[in-house]
Each structure stands twice: as structure tokens, then as C-alpha cells.
């Protein structure tokens, strides 16, 4: 199985902590994020990631290597120009093309979200995309019905769906390589616009709610030292 890893990020928001350090090398409890993203992506069963990088790409790349590529098969995607989430995956179409069901990770997300439950729900529907989601304020959050199914989100703009509940995306999905048809001539674009427009078009987009689960976002300075602060640096 397979899995693509969202690395490329510059961490604007962690200020001077990322000038010469990429968030996704920033440690919790002595671990970098990456490694931990990576050893749960291992555990759910996946053998071969792409992995993005930009920002110190160099570095990303070299502690990959010096982990002896954590046993699996890596491809690095380098971004000269960041393309957001979702240009960064169009990039690796080909890596993925043949593939019902990969995972989607963030590396600056740590979690103890059931991946392989995740996998699952997304195989039992024969799902294009399967969303992780929680009740928690987003700036990016989705809105789905009652069976589940993704029907708006955020940064469209619009008003809320009248039957939709808004729920916060973790950064962390399944998709199956058909998500690639609902992908435009554009390259640079957040994932969940073709998350959103194969749920439009065929009702197989889901959000599995998470419960029971923790979830920490590492994007800002304050989130990432109240973590390191409870599970050390």
C-alpha cells in the first residue's frame, strides 16, 4: 500500500523556530514529526510513500536517507514552487495511479487517528475519498449530511448547506486513484476541491468522524510548545 506525505510546507506561522529547521522535522518527544507520521503510516500497513518537500528540502531528504528510508520504498517530490495540497498529489499522479485506496498525511498533524479503521470505512464504501474529521473549529472545515457525505466546505465562500454539519478536516484521508479525474488544468489548489467535486458528482466522498482519538495541529508556535511541553521537546 501506498501513501503520500505532505512535507513541503514553509511554517510561516512557527515564526524564527522554522528559519533553519522544516516543521516537519520539528521533535515531540525527542521524535520529528516526520518519523512519527511515517512509523504510523508503516503500522497501518503502508510500504511505499511519496513524500513533497520545498522548504530546507535538502535536510527532509538527508533524515530520510539517514534512516535507511525507514525500510520503504520513498519517492521524493520536490516542489521549486509550492502547490498546496492538493497540486502537490496531481504532481504524483503517476505514482499512484493504479491504487483503490492510499493515505493522505500532513506532516505537521500528530494523532493516534485509527488508520487502518480509516482504511476500512473507505474499502467498505468503495469510496473515492474517505476524510478524517472531528467536531472542532477549522478555518478549513467541511460540511456533511447525515449519511456522511462530504457537500461543501468553507473555502468556497458560500453559505453554510442547510442539512450539512460543519466539522473540522484532520488532514489525514484515504483516496482511490479516480480522485485524479476530478482534478482541473490548474496546479496549485487544496485537496479538498476535488474531494469536493467527485462528492458532487458520484455521492462517494465521505467524512468518517473521529472520536476518542487526540489530534494536535503543530502549525503555530504555541500548539507546538504545549505539545512538546506534555510529551517533551
Not at 515531540?28 to 503500522?43: A, D, F, H, N, Q
Not at 525500510?71 to 495540497?85: A, K, M, N, Y
Not at 488544468?185 to 467524512?207: C, H, M, Q, W
Amino acid at each position: 500500500m501506498k501513501a503520500m506525505i505532505f512535507a513541503a510546507g514553509i511554517g510561516a506561522r512557527l515564526k524564527e523556530l522554522t528559519h533553519d529547521t522544516p516543521k516537519c522535522l520539528m521533535t515531540i518527544g525527542g521524535v520529528p514529526m516526520l518519523e512519527r507520521v511515517i512509523e504510523r503510516l508503516k503500522s497501518a500497513g503502508v510500504r511505499a510513500v511519496a513524500i513533497n518537500v520545498h522548504h530546507h528540502a535538502k535536510q527532509v531528504i538527508e533524515f530520510v536517507e539517514s534512516k535507511g528510508r525507514f525500510g520503504l520504498e520513498v519517492l521524493f517530490s520536490e516542489e521549486p514552487q509550492l502547490l498546496d495540497t492538493g497540486g502537490g498529489l496531481k504532481k504524483m499522479r503517476e505514482f499512484f495511479a493504479s491504487e483503490s485506496a492510499f493515505l493522505i498525511h500532513n506532516s505537521d498533524v500528530y494523532s493516534t487517528i485509527d488508520l487502518a479503521g480509516l482504511l476500512a470505512s473507505h474499502r467498505e464504501r468503495q469510496a473515492i475519498g474517505t476524510m478524517a474529521v472531528m467536531r472542532r473549529e477549522s478555518s478549513r472545515g467541511v460540511y456533511i449530511d447525515r449519511d456522511d457525505h462530504i457537500i461543501g466546505w468553507t473555502g468556497e465562500c458560500l453559505s453554510a448547506p442547510s442539512q450539512g454539519e460543519l466539522l473540522g478536516f484532520c488532514g489525514i484521508s484515504v483516496a482511490s486513484s479516480e480522485l485524479f479525474n476530478y482534478m482541473g488544468d490548474e496546479n496549485i489548489f487544496s485537496i479538498i476541491k476535488p474531494y469536493l467535486a467527485a462528492a458532487r458528482a458520484t455521492k462517494r466522498v465521505f467524512g468518517t468522524l473521529v472520536y476518542n482519538a487526540e489530534w494536535v495541529d503543530i502549525g503555530t508556535a504555541e500548539q507546538l510548545k504545549a505539545l512538546q511541553s506534555r510529551l517533551g521537546v
